[in-house]
């Protein structure tokens, strides 16, 4: 009688262990706090960019021709996108055609208005072959399709000019060595975000960096998406997008569920239902770019990271992290992206200094590492696409 | 009349002129943006001997910026620091979303040049072209100061037009007009620090 109960006393203490396995392995045990961060010397975490070296994608890093950056661009859209098939990788260069010392006034270095500055020029490179190839001058930002199309944006001009817009058109590549087909109509300061499917998200850009998105249905079809807004993630099937409002532009801002199809409004999670943990206050802002993984996209904050469900056409908070370094001046976390395990979140961040480091966090412990810190020019960005659908 | 009085008169309508139209030869306008919040920095328009550099007028304002304190973000960044051209100044500037009186500053790379390129921003308020007030709704207009969450931007720099009468943006474009008064496209050296 004594076995049976000891028996069973096992039985009940493995059953509860397996079940609280199974709780957090689904997430559902997440839980929002503050999150302790860490030091350690590790090497960056997944697919990263840091410069030349790019890393996470073959058996061993390898030299880009050119340094990945994207100053007109920032952290709107990846540094370097990997094609869906793993063969190729585009990333964005930008040649300076003189030094620049940015904290003085450009008049200061004899700097004029039309001064032509600096010049953007996408790559591809081939991950197994290690060729690499300079697409035209004046390109980048740039998504793939599923089907290997390429889709980026080309100035009017090559040169980007002080002072001056850069005006560019979206283009597309049937393939990478294929010609590009103009698909916008009329040039402006357009990004391309990613593909939902065979339609194209783009940005545009007005004065005051205002946004709004666009999805282009081919050549010349482009409608609307969402006014004063700009995107979080794109949906693995690509029917629907996740994107922010700024408090600039409205007084009750929140993330919204938009359907790619016809720009109709699926739900929405106003930020003043984003309450941080450390504090009890809504969050002040929810920032893309972001990452989408099943059910579940995660976002930077004001005060760290959120991680949303949706399910059912129906968007839920989930998590909100706070983390302490966000709040600083320069201290927001850029581009987090899931793990394939759905409970680690790769950042990074800006450091003072001009430098920046990787941050990784284990959301169902709370606690994250910070690695090494590096020159900002050298900043450890992730290799990814926004891109969803087939 | 003397010989004396009238050149004592004659001095004080050229210091008058000198004050009421552009800046004079020894006479600079420049203004400075100091970040303390997203809502709360404090903007000055200053009048500078340029022989002595002394500052010889000041006018101070509240004044906003972005919505983070992240200068390398887009649309969301308060200004980067540093020192900007003034690009322009007008009365009347008719934007798609920027309105009225407006000062437009030069590009700047955040974070001393490692980041993003910040462009296309202004000094500006809410109000429309004809710098006066369009409120349909009941909730945030985009050409109407409805309060203290307008100083929020993408990334420009807000004042107020807000009662009581002249507001911030009308009393600063006034010291503009009397401290220096150019309007147009030109280029205004070195004229915005921001810290």
Known sequence: ?390 | MSTRSCSVLLAALIAMFAFAGEASATTNVFFAFHRYGNTNSYLTINLQDTNSGAIIGQRGFRAGSGTSTDECALRQGWLPAGWYDLRGHFDYYNGSLIKGRVWQLSDKRCNGGSGQLRSELFIHSEETSDEGQYCPTAYDDPFCWEGDSDYYSLGCIKVAHAQPYPSDVGRLDATWDSWDGRHGYFTGYSAVFVS
């Open chain 1, 1 to 390: 009688m004594k076995r049976i109960a000891l028996l069973g006393s096992a039985l009940l203490v493995s059953a509860a262990v397996l079940s609280i396995h199974l709780v957090t392995a689904g997430g559902t045990g997440a839980r929002s706090g503050r999150v302790a961060v860490a030091q350690t010397r590790a090497a960056p975490v997944g697919a990263t960019v840091r410069g030349r070296v790019l890393s996470g994608l073959g058996k061993s890093p390898a030299k880009l021709e050119l340094a990945a950056s994207a100053p007109l661009a920032g952290s709107l859209v990846p540094v370097a996108v990997p094609s869906p098939d793993g063969v190729y990788v585009a990333y964005n260069t930008w040649r300076w055609r003189r030094d620049v010392d940015w904290y003085q006034s450009l008049s200061s270095q004899g700097i004029q208005t039309g001064d032509a500055l600096g010049t953007p020029v996408l790559h591809v490179r081939s991950l197994g072959r290690g060729k690499d190839v300079a697409l035209e001058p004046g390109t980048f930002s740039a998504a793939w399709r599923k089907d290997g199309a390429l889709a980026y944006v080309r100035g009017e001009q090559p040169d980007y000019r002080a002072n001056t817009p850069f005006l560019r058109q979206v283009v597309v590549r049937s393939a990478p060595d294929t010609a590009p087909a103009v698909w916008s109509s009329s040039p402006a300061e357009y990004h391309v975000l990613g593909w939902a499917g065979q339609a194209l998200i783009v940005a545009q850009q007005f004065e005051g960096e205002s946004i709004s998105l666009l999805v282009f249905d081919g050549p010349g079809s482009a409608r609307p998406l969402a006014q004063n807004a700009s995107l979080v993630a794109i949906s693995p099937d690509g029917s629907s997008a996740l994107v922010d409002e700024s408090p600039a532009d409205t007084d009750a801002p929140a993330l919204r569920l938009v359907s790619v199809t016809d720009a109709t409004e699926l739900a929405r999670a106003p930020f003043s239902t984003i309450v941080d943990p450390a504090t009890s206050t809504p969050v002040a802002w929810v920032s893309g770019p972001g990452d989408w993984l099943d059910d579940r996209v995660v976002a930077s904050t004001s005060t760290g990271l959120v991680v949303l469900r949706v399910a059912g056409g129906r968007l839920s908070i989930e998590q909100v992290l706070h983390v302490d370094s966000a709040t600083r001046p320069n201290g927001r976390l850029w581009e987090p992206r899931f793990a394939d395990d759905g409970r680690t979140i790769v950042t990074w961040t800006d450091l003072p200094g001009a430098q920046a480091a990787q941050i990784v966090c284990d959301r169902f412990a709370l606690t994250c590492t910070q690695g090494a810190a590096v020159p900002s020019a050298n900043a450890p960005r992730p290799v990814y696409d926004e891109s969803g659908g087939n």
